[in-house]
């Protein structure tokens, strides 16, 4: 595919910005057909620098739950925009948006405002030392949290130093977590957990109840705080924290990407547990306060509680994995889908180095789908049953694309030496 607009912004980007791009948004990892820029977005669809529009099944990762540029969220946004956005102290509606919030989250007293997802989290584990007065946090082994250097999946410019309270447990793995804690001793400030398994490469996991309720068991038997980051699956699950749909309530979660619809802004909320905790740290931001991104997160939040959204982003989901499973089975692929059927991963059986995936997401590209080949992907409510349609029709089209070249595929190395040089280090 000829992009001549994306690649001399390429060209030129490789001067000016380190390796041209950084962070999750490079297509750096993905097949080298991908766009990098984009010049506009709308709805469920997205248009590439070079006018090229595409069906987007990646939400801009997370942030376009209702769809993009939804007028009833923008016009929220543009009636605070005409009074103030970052002023010398907070607008009401930041006041608004905290009580809409513990409003809509069982688990939740307080909430305080922050920009990324990272901030949260951050912010998260430093309210947990500051209420327990200790520093041992739990992770899951490959869960992504965000990227300062206590959290980011890559290891240049981190020291271990940076990492030396942490320690792993598995995911879903209640022995394992057991054994965690058990290490820990008196010195547990944390366990931080993603509402299910929705690391990159591997296939997605829902929570088990019995490990939910072992990990909020064991933060009461011993005084820890009980996160969950809620960052990327925030409203996607549930209109409450996720984790309510297994009968747990967290200290703390941690939300961003969808909560505005795209305005930048996320939040760290808090049970009474960790109040004096997080109300002892100092966390701030020059941005941090501004109060359009607060208005676009009411309005969207209103979105959410009054209107069917969710439920109609499942319905869609659960046809367009019945639909993708049908069409790979009749050109002789079987496909492995896992989790949430509107955040759904899609990976290949027999593709142990990800060329098939590789090759298909490149013929679904070329169709007009955007789709990604190793990390979980997101519907949104702007999508349609005739998108839905539109993404089988090409995939059936694409399958049989890959079915006719599999003999000459080969794997990609850029992704390969990555993956070799990151592979995540082992739970002891
Ligand atoms: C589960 C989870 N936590 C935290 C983050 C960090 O959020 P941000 O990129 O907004 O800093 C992300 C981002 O993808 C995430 O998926």
């Not at 750096?28 to 090229?52: H, M, T, V």
């Not at 899951?140 to 942490?166: I, K, L, N, S």
């Not at 931080?192 to 990159?200: G, L, N, T, Y």
Request: charged residues 20%; proline residues 5%; hydrophobic residues 50%.
């Amino acid at each position: 595919m000829d992009k001549p607009v994306d690649a001399a912004l390429k060209a030129r980007a490789l001067k000016v910005i380190p390796n041209g791009m950084y962070g999750h948004e490079s297509t750096r990892l993905l097949p080298a057909a991908f766009p990098q820029f984009f010049s506009r977005a709308e709805g469920a669809y997205i248009w590439d620098a070079d006018g090229k529009r595409y069906l987007d099944f990646m939400c801009a990762y997370g942030p376009s739950l209702l769809g993009y540029r939804d007028n009833r969220v923008d016009a929220a946004a543009a009636r605070q925009a005409e009074l103030g956005d970052a002023m010398t102290g907070p607008a009401p509606v930041m006041v608004d948006l905290a009580e809409t919030l513990v409003s809509m989250v069982d688990h939740a007293d307080w909430a305080m405002f922050c920009k990324n997802g990272t901030d949260a989290t951050s912010m998260a584990v430093m309210a947990a030392r500051a209420q327990t007065g200790r520093r041992i946090v739990l992770m899951a082994e490959g869960a992504y949290h965000g990227a300062a250097a206590w959290c980011t999946p890559v290891p240049a410019g981190v020291v271990a130093e940076d990492r030396a309270w942490q320690r792993p447990y598995r995911y879903n793995d209640v022995a394992s977590l057991e054994a965690a804690v058990a290490a820990a001793g008196d010195d547990l400030a944390a366990i931080i957990a993603s509402p299910f398994k929705h690391d990159v490469f591997i296939d997605q996991e829902l929570p088990d109840r019995d490990y939910a309720q072992r990990v909020r068991e064991l933060c009461d038997q011993t005084g820890a705080m009980l996160v969950i980051d809620e960052v990327r699956a925030g409203f996607r699950i549930t209109r409450d924290c996720s984790w309510s749909l297994v009968g747990v309530k967290p200290d703390l979660s941690c939300w961003g990407k969808s909560i505005a619809n795209g305005q930048p802004i996320s939040a760290l909320l808090g049970a009474d547990s960790c109040r004096k905790g997080a109300g002892d740290i100092y966390v701030t931001g020059s941005f941090w306060f501004a109060a359009v991104p607060m208005a676009a997160a009411i309005e969207t939040l209103r979105i959410l509680r009054e209107t069917d959204y969710l439920e109609h982003m499942v319905l869609l989901g659960g046809k367009l994995r019945a639909g993708l499973d049908a069409a790979a089975r009749r050109h002789g692929f079987a496909l492995r889908q896992t989790g949430p059927v509107q955040m759904p991963l899609i990976m290949f059986e027999q593709d142990p180095d990800l060329r098939i995936g590789y090759a298909w997401t490149e013929e679904m590209l070329a169709r007009g789908v955007y789709m990604h080949p190793w990390h979980n992907m997101f519907l949104c409510a702007a999508m349609t049953e005739a998108d839905i349609d539109l993404a089988i029709a090409a995939a059936e089209e694409a399958f049989a694309a890959v079915a006719a070249r599999l003999e000459k595929l080969v794997p990609s190395a850029m992704l390969m030496a990555l993956l070799s040089a990151h592979a995540p280090e082992p739970v002891a």
